[in-house]
Structure formats: structure tokens, C-alpha cells
């Protein structure tokens, strides 16, 4: 929902950076690598019970998954890439709720269960959606240049990375946050559905 507000407050530190990254041999893709591996520690960090340091891991992923994008857009963009990016910030975002249940399974395990469960929703009817988008040659740059079709949605990125750092603020409420959150993400899913019902009957 706010990805696309946030879009020109982000772009210019994270293209200021990536003109100084270009100027080096490292690539976008080994930035995306470099993220997911921070993420993957934080869900490490998260299930030890070192709660504010998987929150500072969390930030360091996003930081490195925007620069990823904005690198790949000034070196030229690969279709590689952008799949690649996408599937580690998928795997990235399910880590995190099994991360909590991993370090309090009797008290996080359903909830964590139910927000897998719902990223499926949101994810499914995502990436769906860019399949058909594609299909049909919808375009949109509302939330900068990508890969492909980016639709949005009441828990797009921004919403779920605030998410992330509630729960690490609160772990003890870890279980409502998460139901709470995971039916959002059903709203999302329900959303996204009623879009393509209009766009592609």
C-alpha cells in the first residue's frame, strides 16, 4: 500500500549509492545473494532469541534488496535477476515467521503456521497476476522500473517489513501480531483476485 509512496523518498540514496557500486565488479546479483544471506542470519538471530539484532539484519536485507534493483537498472536489467530477486525475498519473507516459531514453537507455532500459510496468498496471486500482466502487456512504473508487473495491495513490501519490526519490537505478542497480519494478507489475496476477475475476464 505505501510501496509506491516511499518510491521517490528511497530512489535517490539508493541510485546515489548504486553509481558508486557500478564504479566496482560487483553485481546486482551478488548483491541480491549478499541480502538473502543477511535475512537468512536474521531469521538465525530471531530464533535464538536476539530479537533487536534480527530487526538490524531485517533493515540491512531491505537496504541491499533496494540497491540490487537499482545497480541492475544502470548496469541494464536481466530477466535472470529479476527472478532471482523475487524468489529470495519470498524465501526471505517466509524465514522470518518460521524463525519465531523455531524459537517458541507451543506458543508461535500456529500463528507463524497461518502467516506462511497466508504469504502463500499474497505471493500466488502476485506473481499470477505479473504472469497475466505480461501476457496482456499491462505495464506500470508506479514503483519504479522492475522486472515485471508489480500489483499491489494492502501488505505489499513496506507493510510486511513494518511487520517484521513489530514483531521483533514485541516478540511476547508475536502470536496476535501475526494472525493480525496474516489476515491482512488474505485481504491482499482477496483484492488481487478481484483485480484479475476485472482485468483478464
Request: glycine letters at 10%; a neutral charge.
Amino acid at each position: 500500500m505505501f510501496d509506491a509512496l516511499l518510491r521517490p523518498i528511497i530512489d535517490k540514496p539508493l541510485n546515489s549509492t548504486a553509481r558508486q557500486i557500478v564504479k566496482t565488479n560487483l553485481s546486482a546479483n551478488a548483491i541480491t545473494w549478499g541480502g538473502f544471506f543477511i535475512g537468512l542470519g536474521a531469521a538465525l538471530s530471531i530464533a535464538q532469541g536476539s530479537f533487536l539484532f534480527g530487526l538490524i539484519l531485517i533493515a540491512t536485507n531491505r537496504i541491499f534488496d533496494g540497491l540490487d534493483g537499482a545497480v541492475a537498472r544502470l548496469r541494464g536489467p536481466t530477466d535472470f535477476g529479476g527472478y532471482l530477486d523475487i524468489v529470495l525475498d519470498f524465501l526471505f519473507y517466509s524465514s522470518i515467521p518460521f524463525a519465531f516459531v523455531v524459537y517458541d514453537q507451543s506458543i508461535n507455532g500456529f500463528a507463524g503456521a497461518f502467516l506462511i500459510f497466508s504469504f502463500m496468498g499474497t505471493g500466488s496471486s502476485f506473481l499470477a497476476y505479473a504472469i497475466m500482466a505480461e501476457k496482456h502487456k499491462v505495464t506500470t512504473d508506479i514503483r519504479g522500473r522492475k522486472s515485471f508487473y508489480y500489483l499491489g495491495g494492502l501488505t505489499e513490501g513496506t507493510e510486511t517489513i513494518a511487520a517484521f519490526f513489530v514483531f521483533c519490537l514485541w516478540p511476547e505478542q508475536f502470536y496476535w501480531l501475526a494472525l493480525l497480519f496474516g489476515t491482512l494478507c488474505w485481504v491482499t489475496t482477496s483484492i488481487r483476485i478481484l483485480a484479475a476477475k476485472n482485468s483478464f475476464s
